[in-house]
């Protein structure tokens, strides 16, 4: 698809956002993800006529009402399936998918499947904070082993997902993490899956301060931070916090960590981060703290070009009407047909 | 239709005025292909004709049993027919199941074909006879022509070299030689569909060709028995024009084609496969040349919102389904109706409730299409009443959901889908163009601003400057389109809704009598694929000098305006459905007339003596 011109004079954030109350809880992580969504879009000169944001239902997916942009809040775990159908009729708009961790793995989580799989031209935030908060604070598919909510009082039994991982499995070509106050890095990430020519997932760790407040503070906060989290850059070495770094255990697929300068490891043992290579996202995206940190940044990109899906079809469409659109006249008139004429004198009946 | 009246010539043709046909096998043995060959042949011969087929929801049910047989059954006359006929006159029978299965429906005095050759002491046991009714009296009722079909069969391929498989195959089409031989049937445009058929494997083409001439040359050479010979029915005096065979899903399939050309509009059709409706996702899927994408979705849920989402692009969504696929997207539907955005779903009912009878046809939707979804939520509900008609009320359904902006639900069924009739090919230049405006200007706009004639709001779409706008689930505010809460704007949008898809009401034909006076002891009401039956039925009815008329309504929500009063104008009135009682009930409660249902519930059409019988009982004991 040829991209539109950018807006002039260029827009600006106020420009993206639309006259409507945010009705987040105070503190919501949203806010932030919300924010740096409308910083960046400014960034991206996209037009504001040409930017529909689609989502589901839950507390991430009243996210199109805020945005001055297109925009569809659709019904729960369904936005990948509403976005396909838009894509294949108008595959020059620029969609973002809004959803969550209920929305998109749990009761969308077909969709999800598919979508990423399809390789439709579109990104896709998932805002996870490991909680159902609309509904009041159940736990939810990526809610950890034991978690006690109102759903599960003992303790939750129910073996939580890991997001990236689940995108990989599912053959999406471009899979990234992003943290919601984190802005400069968030914005990064979402710029490049943006850049990307087909499905763009981004998994935002989002803390939901009314039910799950500090789910990723173990990670996030600003004392452990750097220690806990690997920023991932294309063609450098995977180091963390102090001296730390990932490389394979010898003689295994396994990823350890080891300090750099400590028994006898040099900067050259650390695995170097490739975008392209599928089999090491997922050891990256099944990294856990304590024993790991965080893999936060673009985890995987396929450098295959598949085609995206909506265009492949737009193709098949034009091949279909290479000699322009059919006559439906002369279609219901092919094959077996007669005609009866008007004098009954001709019809030998009776 | 005692059209087999025995007479002593064999070398001449006896004229007969119609005839029913039921071939029946084994679900593998080609019993649909031979059946849609011959009425192809009989429709080009200039009969008017009506099929049903029947088949089991088994791709390949185990050889010789009774369950796993495949029947079709075709009727046609030297004049107009409206039903693929009450009972067989002619019962081909490929194995002692099919025979054991379809007697029972043959005429008494009816012709009986039988393949000899597959009456073995296991086919026999298979289909739970005892002994041979061959070889017993048991069949003495009936004319009976026995033939070793698959003998004669490998004899007439013999000089192919196929393997004996193959060529045991090609007795449906040595069959199909022998009835198109009794009914003067002319044989060229089977083998030209086999050489297309067979493009790749000429010699098999060949060889099936052989065998349908074979079975030809039986008929003309072989010595008859008593009683059995050829027969011609004279063509049919159809009304001038172009006709072809049309299925109710070919007609679907083109008809929202149509409809697409008629608003201007390009479509998007959203699939998930289901039995008996997936033939129209096969026709759309191979006519992406005529102005439609068509996408297999992941399942029925995703067919619906990708239609919706099309919509929102601003094409026009579509869906095709049957009652299952219907039930799981009722959620999206509904969305669809909430964000007021034109939506096209059309349900090839089947028997239910849950997977139900996937083969056989019903009519215990409509409830589920008027009322089924959560919330107060007016959609448009159409039927269409013969394959036919699935054309029309297509273009209809494409209409007014872009009119209205709102969805609308297409009633067909397993019968209409599958069974074909001469349909005379319309001139789509012929239909008055509906021509979709997308909302361009910006001043005064909101999303959801209403036209104040059809109450129908604007249709702005991702792409255009200045209309950027929110639109979802959650209710809105009348004014602006925002969210809202408010008790009084939560009513009022309620009411809105309801009073935009009533006034459709105002854009519909009136509801005519089909058939008799407008007044009378009795009106017999229906809807769907009964048109036929019922029609036929009141015909009968008619000519024993009976009240009787025949309504036939095809705007099932809303209904025609002047239907409460039509209703009042008759005695009584008798609603026959293949449900337990759903239009009797909302005739009932809309127009607090004593209604009163004929129900058959058994995944096959009305036969018309049903209808008929019904209707002088009624005025019998009135």
Known sequence: MTPLDPPNPPLTRKDFTSDQEVRWCPGCGDYAILAAVQRMLPELGVRRENTVFISGIGCSSRFPYYMNTYGFHTIHGRAPAIATGLKLANPQLDVWLITGDGDGLSIGGNHLIHVLRRNLNLQIILFNNRIYGLTKGQYSPTSLLGKRSPSSPMGSVDNPIAPAAFALGCGARFVARGIDTDAKNLIATLKRAHEFQGTGFVEVFQNCPVFNDGAFDHFTAKDVAAQQQLHLEHGKPMRFGDNKGLRLRPGSLDIEVVTVGEDGVTEADLLVHDETNRSQAFLLANLDPPTFPVAVGVLFRSDENLVPFEVGMHEQNKQARARGLGDLNALMRKGHTWKVDADPSADPAG | ?622
Request: aromatic fraction near 6%.
């Open chain 2, 1 to 622: 239709m005692d059209t087999f009246a025995s007479t002593n010539s064999t070398s001449q043709r006896e004229l007969i005025e119609s005839v029913v046909i039921r071939f029946a096998g084994d679900s593998g043995d080609g019993m649909q292909l031979t059946g849609s060959q011959f009425s192809d042949t009989t429709a080009l011969m200039g009969n008017d004709l009506s099929t049903l087929p029947d088949f089991p929801a088994e791709i390949r049910a185990p050889a010789g049993t009774t369950f796993g047989v495949s029947g079709f059954q075709v009727h046609f006359a030297a004049h107009d027919i409206m039903t693929p006929g009450d009972a067989p006159d002619v019962l081909v029978a490929m194995n002692p199941a099919a025979l054991k299965v379809n007697l029972r429906d043959l005429k008494p005095g009816g012709l009986l074909v039988v393949n000899t050759g597959a009456f073995t002491a296991g086919n026999l046991k298979k289909a739970g006879y005892d002994k041979n009714p061959l070889e017993d009296s048991s069949l003495d009722g009936y004319r009976l022509l026995k033939i070793d079909i698959t003998k004669h069969t490998l004899q007439s391929v013999e000089s192919f070299g196929l393997g004996n498989k193959e060529a045991v195959r090609a007795k449906n089409m040595w069959t199909l030689g022998l009835m198109m031989w009794m009914f003067g049937r002319e044989r060229e445009s089977t083998a030209e569909w086999l050489r297309g058929k067979f493009a790749k494997n000429p010699n098999i083409a060949e060889a099936n060709i052989a065998a349908l001439n074979a079975g030809h040359v039986y008929g003309e050479t072989a010595e008859m028995p008593q009683g059995i010979h050829a027969y011609e029915v004279p063509k049919a005096r159809l009304q001038e024009g172009h006709y072809r065979n049309v299925t109710g899903n070919e007609a679907t399939a083109w008809g929202l084609l149509t409809g697409g050309k008629l608003a201007g509009l390009e479509l998007v059709l959203g699939s998930y496969p289901i039995t008996p409706a997936s033939t129209i996702l096969h026709t759309l899927s191979n006519l992406r040349a005529y102005g439609i994408t068509t996408f297999q979705a992941e399942d029925e849920i995703a067919a619906v919102c990708a239609a919706i989402g099309a919509s929102y692009a601003g094409s026009l969504g579509i869906t095709t389904t049957s009652g299952p696929g219907l039930a799981l997207k009722t959620e999206a539907i509904g969305l669809a109706v909430s964000t007021e955005l034109p939506l096209v779903v059309v349900d090839v009912q089947r028997g239910g409730p849950s997977t139900g009878l996937p083969t056989k046809t019903e009519q215990s939707d409509l409830l589920f299409a008027v009322y089924g979804r959560n919330g107060d939520c007016p959609l448009v509900v159409l039927a269409a009443s013969t394959p036919g008609d699935c054309f029309t009320m297509a273009v209809e359904a494409v209409r007014l959901a872009t009119k209205y902006m709102t969805p609308v639900i297409l009633l067909t069924d397993g019968f209409l889908a599958n069974s074909a009739e001469p349909w005379k090919i319309p001139d789509i230049n012929s239909f008055e163009p509906f021509p979709v405006k997308h909302r361009t200007d910006p001043a005064g706009f909101h999303p959801f601003l209403r036209d104040p004639q059809t109450l129908a709001r604007n249709w702005a779409i991702p792409g255009t400057p200045g209309l950027e706008h929110r639109i979802g689930g959650l209710e809105k505010n009348y004014d602006s389109g925002n969210i809202s809460y408010d008790p009084d704007n939560h009513h009022k949008m309620v009411k809105v809704r309801a009073a935009k898809v009533a006034g459709v009401a105002d854009d519909i034909p009136l509801q005519k009598i089909d058939q008799g006076d407008d007044s009378g002891d009795l009106l017999v009401v229906g809807w769907g694929s009964t048109y036929g039956a019922i029609s036929s039925a009141v015909l009968g009815a008619r000519k024993a000098g009976l009240k009787v008329s025949h309504a036939h309504i095809r705007y099932m929500h809303p209904m025609p305006k002047n239907l409460g009063e039509v209703l009042k104008r008759f005695k009584h009135v008798l609603v026959p459905e293949m449900n337990n009682g759903m239009l009797v009930k909302l005739l009932r409660s809309d127009y607090l007339v004593d209604a009163r249902g004929l129900n058959k519930i058994a995944g096959q059409p009305f036969k018309i003596a049903e209808i008929e019988a019904e209707i002088r009982g009624l005025l019998a004991s009135s």
